[in-house]
């Protein structure tokens, strides 16, 4: 296990999870991950930059052994999340000299976490600096990205940003600078759909920070190092905006068809009418390629026929997971079958509560959807594309 050198004197020393499919239990990650480990190396001081998963410590101890590494100054904690500082207390252990830098509120979950001896933490303040010979460490505070004890490093001289979290991606690869940026930015926009875009807000306050500091580098705590990153911050951009695009989400599940030929039809009529529509059918969805879509959609649909008087539970969670992970969208509608009755349509919409949407809609009928529900989802459709013509969506 090599260290991969990124540019003179700072070198990946991360693990590379080939295997892994699900994070938190609940997130796909259908390419694999990374975490990522830097090695900065100045010509008084060394510093690890945020540690790794600790089921891969071994990994990271072999690359420290292997790049030579026989004393750490300091071990910096962007972010203290487990799966980027569960290997700190063995790291300590191997490296009794090291003191860990991070900032005040990392700290505290660090020992509640981590059992990490407050003896070994130091905080640092935002905009402090740390110098190592030749290389200058800044930390700039950046909260809630995506927890609040968050924080970015960067190293002056070289210009290399390591911004914890924000700008990564699932992405499993053999080396951490030669993977395709197109295939990156694919990723990056499923995990900053999953991961960051509750954060939407406060992230795009604090954005400015980054454009300071105008990185030749970014280097995540996951995935590729973006080499150009101009392309990571004009992504970021778009995806952080307040304005959505001309795309609608429908998301459903159907017992007997009668939900699956509505929304199919509704889904018909709005690319008819201009508006990018991706349909996702709940019971084998991939839940990032619903969190993906939702980054830039204007309007949502949920599609669901009555189960026991409410939503299908398949719904009900998908409402729920939306409203977790608040998606910029403007405008809501609701479709779907029910046999005798029921609340579907005001469950569904009360699962929303943190979204600002108007609903422009709802189509629920009895049984199978007869000529006058066809022509319901018609003006539904047009309804829509009209709402997003009046923001000129793009
Ligand atoms: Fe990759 Fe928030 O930990």
Redesign the pocket.
């Known amino acids: 296990m090599r260290p991969h050198p990124i540019t003179d004197g700072i070198s990946w020393v991360g693990a590379v999870d080939w295997d892994r499919r699900v994070f938190d239990e609940l997130v796909p990650v259908p390419e694999g991950t990374t975490?990522n480990s830097y090695l900065v190396r100045g010509t008084d001081k060394t510093v690890l930059i945020d540690a790794v998963d600790p089921a891969f410590e071994r990994v990271l101890f072999d690359r420290l052994a292997t790049a030579g590494v026989e004393r750490l100054d300091h071990v910096v904690v962007n972010?203290a999340?487990q799966?980027?500082s569960g290997a700190l207390p063995a790291l300590l252990a191997r490296f009794p000299e090291a003191t860990v830098l991070a900032t005040s509120k990392a700290k505290g979950l660090l020992v509640e976490h981590l059992g990490v001896p407050a003896e070994r933490l130091q905080a640092v303040e935002d905009g402090g600096r740390l110098a190592l010979g030749g290389k200058t460490l800044r930390f700039v505070h950046f909260p809630w990205v995506?927890?609040p004890e968050t924080m970015i490093t960067f190293v002056e001289e070289d210009r290399v940003l390591f911004p914890?979290?924000l700008f990564?991606s699932h992405l499993a690869f053999g080396t951490p600078l030669d993977a395709d940026p197109a295939a990156t930015l694919v990723e990056a926009k499923r995990y900053y759909g999953e991961?960051m875009m509750p954060f939407r807000k406060v992230i795009a306050r604090n954005l400015p920070k980054i454009e300071q500091l105008d990185p030749l580098l970014v280097a995540p705590?996951?995935g590729p190092v973006h080499r150009q990153p101009a392309g990571i911050l004009d992504a970021y951009r778009s995806w952080l905006a307040d304005t959505p695009r001309n795309a609608a989400v429908v998301a459903y599940a159907s017992m007997h068809d009668s939900t699956r030929s509505m929304v199919r039809h509704l889904g018909e009529e709005l690319g008819l009418r201009g508006v990018r529509v991706e349909l996702f059918g709940l019971v084998h969805v991939d839940l990032g390629k619903l969190a993906t879509a939702l980054v830039d959609a204007a309007t949502i649909v949920f599609g669901s026929p009555t189960v026991l008087g409410g939503a299908h539970p398949l719904v009900a969670s998908a409402a729920l997971v939306t409203n977790l992970l608040k998606p910029k969208a403007r405008f809501l509608a609701v479709v779907g079958s029910y046999g005798w009755g029921g609340k579907m349509k005001d469950q569904l919409v009360g699962l929303l509560p943190d979204l600002e949407l108007e609903l422009v809609g709802s189509v629920l009928t009895r049984g199978t959807a007869k000529p006058d529900d066809l022509a319901a989802l018609d003006l539904l459709a047009a309804t829509v594309a009209e709402r997003h013509a009046g923001l000129r969506l793009t």
């Open positions: 975490y972010h999340e799966d980027h995506h927890w914890g979290d990564g991961i705590s996951h």
